[in-house]
């Protein structure tokens, strides 16, 4: 249980100061001009997804899959717009809707405050969100699916079986920093980055060295009903958003299985060196570092 008051606003004060240090949460570039550190060029021109290899995975494995890749001008989808059940991964979108609510956007945050949000995406704490839907409602779920643009939304009584698609997920997790009011966004994307390591399977397992990993999973309860992850993956001001999502998986480990595999394949290329001491410009010969 979280501690309430001075020690835990401390403790909030604490890790906000060092995301901000850290650089983890940077602004989207405007257009082109946003490069990977150390290479020079956009995302766009070092790397795609690669979706014949996901694509020809995803169709081996049990389950009713759907995926998709968003980067600063491309997307990247199979069945895209087929809708799933939720389960947690409504609860990044409940992190931002509570802290978009009038009466917390605009004053610090407090112990209650923590004592909800905190457990409720870095354990997934089923309690902790039920007291957060009743807080943000309905209403709150739908006015930040409108704002995000979100085509295929729907909640439910049962917040579980929110409906989601995985371009809609990736629309909102590439912006995901933008929809949180400037006071609240490091922290809210502190959680994103601290979920507990017994959930951190699928693309906790096989994070891209040297990017930031911001995401939420959903489970069923380890029944294997469905296992998703959303994520985002940010190095510089050069992001990138994926959301894998299956259902009718036959187990959890199973589940686990299929998303690892998936983004294993996705990810194939992507830029992870530290730096490259240069790199050469196709347009002008010039080093880049």
Known sequence: MLRRGNRWAARVVAAVGMIIALG???SV??????VVPGYG???NVLWKPDMRAAIDYA???????????RTD????????EHVEWSASVVKAMLLVAYLDRPSVAHRALNGYDGSL??????FSDNNAASTVVGIVGDGGLLALAHRVGMKHFATDPVWGKTRITADDQTKFLYNIDHYVVARHRAFAMHLLASVTPSQRWGIGEIPPAHWNLYFKGGWGSGTGLLDHQVVLLTRGCTRTSIAVL???DGSHQYGKDTLRGIFSRLLRGFPTAKQLAWRVSSRGGDPQH
């Open 246 to 248: 299956s259902m009718y």
């Open 59 to 69: 169709r081996t494995r049990q389950g009713d899959i759907a995926f998709a890749v």
């Open 73 to 80: 001008h491309r997307f990247y989808g199979y069945r895209p």
């Open 24 to 26: 983890a949460v940077p």
């Open 117 to 122: 949000l905190r457990p409720m995406i870095e």
């Open 29 to 34: 570039s405007a257009g082109s001009s946003c």
């Open 41 to 43: 060029e956009r995302l």
